[in-house]
């Protein structure tokens, strides 16, 4: 599914202007360490972990491995080592101004490379115009990059506006500037009741997977895929209170992880005894991976009380 994603996403990139009256709807990042000539029919990715933050809060890591890339189009696309589909980060997306920041850590300290960060606005519309050949389509508009030269790690970092995200009640709060013990205490709370959710009849965990727009809460229920894997015997444990570490970003979110390893965890034996194969582990995984993040982010209310957020 990801190298159909990233299929679609090379064959849109051939960053057109935008179309009159057309709508944005998403806006995608993709960045690629790479070597080699980008005018040459494919480079060499470099290998390391990238570290994505949007708005000062963690979202994800992702590791790169080295290994051919294709380049694409007369404009030279690289074939994408990370993608980031922006409208699929919930509520930590701003209507207005966010900020995008990618650092990457190479595994060779010493080798030389260069960083490509590219962007496209994705609009509601689909803008054909001729191209040597014949004709091509996109839905993409306003494209552009960054290139960097480096050696060792590297940080870049995009301002963009996403005015089709959807506004929040806590993205008026003010934001959190430290963290008491009591808070500590709080957010803690917060991640140990978690693990309790998951039982049957599972409604807590179908509750918050309706709220993610990423998942569909009634295509969960219909496969039964929650009930196959309490069947088979997974069960998750939150962290010790004592390994976790709290993170202000500067707005009103507070993220949540462990210090050394993931902020839940399962026995992989366990989840491999899914009945059903391939799909039921998928999308047990899937709907687990909602509900108990490698992170937990929480903004504190007006009246004190802390939120765990979708």
Known sequence: MRETLLALLILCSL?????????????????????????????????????????????AQQAIEQGDLPVLFETREIAPAVWIPVESLGSILRKGKNTLRIEFAPTSETVPYKARLRWAAVTDEVREEKAPGGKRATNQADAGRDEKEATGRVVMEREFV???????????????????????RKLAALVAERPAWFKPDFAKMYALIASNERLDVDEVKEARCLDAAYAAGV????????????????????????????????????????????????????????????????????????????
Request: proline letters at 7%; glycine letters at 8%; a negative charge.
């Open 15 to 59: 960053g057109l202007p935008a179309v009159a009256g057309a709508k944005v709807v998403n806006v995608e990042f993709n960045f690629t360490p790479y070597t080699g000539d980008a005018k040459a029919d494919k480079v060499r990715s470099v290998a390391g972990m990238t570290t994505v933050s949007m708005n000062g809060v963690f979202v």
């Open 162 to 184: 996403a005015d089709f995200a959807k506004p929040q009640a806590w993205h008026a709060y003010p934001p959190v500037v430290s963290i008491t013990s009591d808070d500590e």
């Open 235 to 310: 069960r998750l444990r939150a962290a010790p209170e004592a390994q976790l570490e709290f993170s202000t970003t500067g707005g009103p979110e507070v993220v949540v992880r462990r210090r050394d390893g993931l902020l839940f965890e399962t026995e992989r034996a366990a989840f491999e005894r899914i009945a059903g194969g391939e799909e039921m582990q998928m999308c047990a995984g899937m709907a687990l991976s909602v509900v108990f993040p490698a992170r937990l982010v929480a903004v504190r209310r007006p009246d004190g009380t802390w939120e765990a957020l979708p």
